[in-house]
Nanobody, 126 residues
Framework: QVQLVESGGGLVQAGGSLRLSCAAS????????MGWFRQAPGKEREFVAA????????YYADSVKGRFTISRDNAKNTVYLQMNSLKPEDTAVYYC???????????????????WGQGTQVTVSS
């Protein structure tokens, strides 16, 4: 049973920073892609960033490129999302997700991801 547990959300002023963590457990994740998605009130859940567990290649949504950094710590089975220069439009519930079938392309569609965390709220005030 794969479990993903997010932490690190909170309230921050515009221009500030937060680091989200996703602790993964339940199996070996070597061929997985780990992703972060977010969902604002009244909007669809959207892709933010993803990282291959093995090799560490990354992919970002244009809206966060240059401001957010995804990384992983293999020893701790944890994926991070460092968020800098936060904007009010970054306000959302952020979800960690795992895609167990990496086939050469990092997916950005939420239906490609098999496991999800419970989410953590990020609120950016103006």
């Amino acid at each position: 049973q794969v479990q993903l547990v997010e932490s690190g959300g909170g309230l921050v002023q515009a221009g500030g920073s937060l680091r989200l963590s996703c602790a993964a457990s339940g199996r070996t994740f070597s061929n997985y892609v780990m992703g972060w998605f977010r969902q604002a009130p009244g909007k669809e859940r959207e892709f933010v960033a993803a990282i291959r567990w093995s090799g560490g290649s990354t992919y970002y949504a244009d809206s966060v490129k240059g401001r957010f950094t995804i990384s992983r710590d293999n020893a701790k089975n944890t994926v991070y999302l460092q968020m800098n220069s936060l904007k009010p439009e970054d306000t959302a519930v952020y979800y960690c997700a795992a895609d167990r079938n990496y086939m050469g392309t990092i997916h950005t569609a939420k239906y490609e991801y098999d496991y999800w965390g419970q989410g953590t709220q990020v609120t950016v005030s103006s």
